[in-house]
C-alpha cells in the first residue's frame, strides 16, 4: 500500500504517500463546510487521492477550494486533469510567474499551464474558506512562492516542503534560497503548533515534538544549505 489515510483532528484527514519508489507528495483534506483539499499531487498517481475521498464519503465535485503550497509538478499536477471546474484553485502568484517562466520545460513534461490556471491567489494574512480560518504565511526559500498555512484551530501547520520531520527543503531548484528558507524556518518556529503536516513524510504531532525538529534543523541541518 503507497498511502496511509490518518484522521488527524476533526474534519481533517491525511493521505499519506508511502511509496519508496515513486516520488510524490502528501495530500491533505480539510472536510468543513467547503472542503478544502491541499497540495493534491501527480497526475498519475492521483487514483490514491480518489480512493481516500471515497473513504471519507467524498467526490472530487464536492471539493471547493483546492490549495497548493508551491506550484513542484509533484504537489499541483493533479489539478491539471482530475480537479473539477467547481473547485478554485490557489497558489501564491510568485510560484504562478515561477512555472510561467518555465513553461518550455513544463511542456517537454507533458504539464500544460492553461489545465491548472488558478482562480486566485493567496497572499499572506488570513483566509476564510465556508467558515474555516487559516493564516497564510508567505515562506520562500524551496521556491519563491512557497506558502504556509496555519489552521490555529487546531493548531496544525502544513508546511509543503519548508520542512519535514527531520529535515528541510531544497534550494538547489529555481528560485530556491538558502537565506530565505532559513528565515522562513525560523518565522513558522515561533508558531503555537501541535501538528506540523509536511509535504512528504511523517506528520509531527505534539508540542514537544515539534519544538525539538524545529532545534534539530537549526542546530544541524541549517549548516549544510
Given at each position: 500500500m503507497?498511502?496511509g489515510?490518518?484522521?488527524?483532528t476533526d474534519?481533517?484527514?491525511a493521505?499519506i504517500?508511502?511509496?519508496?519508489t515513486?516520488?510524490n507528495?502528501?495530500t491533505?483534506l480539510i472536510?468543513?463546510t467547503t472542503?478544502?483539499?491541499?497540495?493534491?499531487?501527480h497526475?498519475?498517481?492521483?487514483?490514491h487521492?480518489?480512493?481516500?475521498l471515497d473513504t471519507?464519503?467524498?467526490?472530487?465535485d464536492?471539493?471547493g477550494v483546492?490549495?497548493c503550497?508551491?506550484?513542484?509538478?509533484?504537489?499541483?499536477?493533479?489539478v491539471?486533469?482530475n480537479?473539477?471546474?467547481s473547485?478554485?484553485?490557489?497558489?501564491?502568484?510568485?510560484?504562478?510567474?515561477?512555472?510561467r517562466a518555465?513553461?518550455?520545460?513544463?511542456?517537454?513534461?507533458?504539464?500544460?499551464?492553461?489545465?491548472v490556471?488558478p482562480?486566485f491567489?493567496?497572499?499572506?494574512?488570513?483566509?476564510d474558506?465556508?467558515g474555516t480560518?487559516?493564516h497564510?504565511?508567505?515562506t520562500p526559500g524551496?521556491?519563491?512562492?512557497?506558502?504556509?498555512y496555519?489552521w490555529p484551530h487546531?493548531?496544525v501547520?502544513f508546511?509543503?516542503d519548508?520542512?519535514f520531520?527531520?529535515g528541510?527543503g531544497r534550494?538547489?531548484?529555481?528560485?530556491?534560497?538558502?537565506t530565505?528558507l532559513?528565515?522562513s524556518?525560523l518565522r513558522?518556529?515561533?508558531l503555537d503548533i501541535?501538528?506540523i503536516?509536511p509535504?512528504?513524510?511523517?506528520?509531527?504531532?505534539?508540542?514537544d515534538a515539534?519544538?525539538?525538529?524545529?532545534?534539530?534543523?537549526e542546530?544541524?541541518y541549517?549548516?549544510?544549505?
Amino acid at each position: 500500500m503507497t498511502v496511509g489515510i490518518m484522521q488527524v483532528t476533526d474534519n481533517l484527514h491525511a493521505f499519506i504517500w508511502k511509496s519508496h519508489t515513486e516520488n510524490n507528495c502528501n495530500t491533505y483534506l480539510i472536510n468543513g463546510t467547503t472542503p478544502i483539499l491541499l497540495d493534491p499531487g501527480h497526475v498519475h498517481l492521483f487514483d490514491h487521492v480518489l480512493r481516500s475521498l471515497d473513504t471519507v464519503d467524498l467526490a472530487l465535485d464536492d471539493l471547493g477550494v483546492i490549495l497548493c503550497t508551491h506550484a513542484h509538478p509533484d504537489h499541483i499536477e493533479a489539478v491539471e486533469k482530475n480537479i473539477p471546474s467547481s473547485a478554485l484553485i490557489a497558489i501564491h502568484q510568485a510560484d504562478w510567474e515561477m512555472i510561467r517562466a518555465m513553461e518550455p520545460q513544463l511542456l517537454g513534461m507533458g504539464l500544460r499551464l492553461e489545465n491548472v490556471n488558478p482562480d486566485f491567489f493567496v497572499t499572506e494574512g488570513t483566509l476564510d474558506i465556508g467558515g474555516t480560518r487559516l493564516h497564510v504565511f508567505h515562506t520562500p526559500g524551496h521556491s519563491p512562492g512557497s506558502v504556509c498555512y496555519y489552521w490555529p484551530h487546531h493548531k496544525v501547520l502544513f508546511t509543503g516542503d519548508l520542512i519535514f520531520k527531520e529535515g528541510l527543503g531544497r534550494t538547489d531548484l529555481p528560485g530556491g534560497s538558502s537565506t530565505q528558507l532559513k528565515e522562513s524556518i525560523l518565522r513558522m518556529a515561533a508558531l503555537d503548533i501541535e501538528w506540523i503536516l509536511p509535504g512528504h513524510g511523517e506528520i509531527i504531532q505534539g508540542a514537544d515534538a515539534v519544538r525539538r525538529n524545529f532545534e534539530q534543523l537549526e542546530s544541524f541541518y541549517f549548516m549544510y544549505i
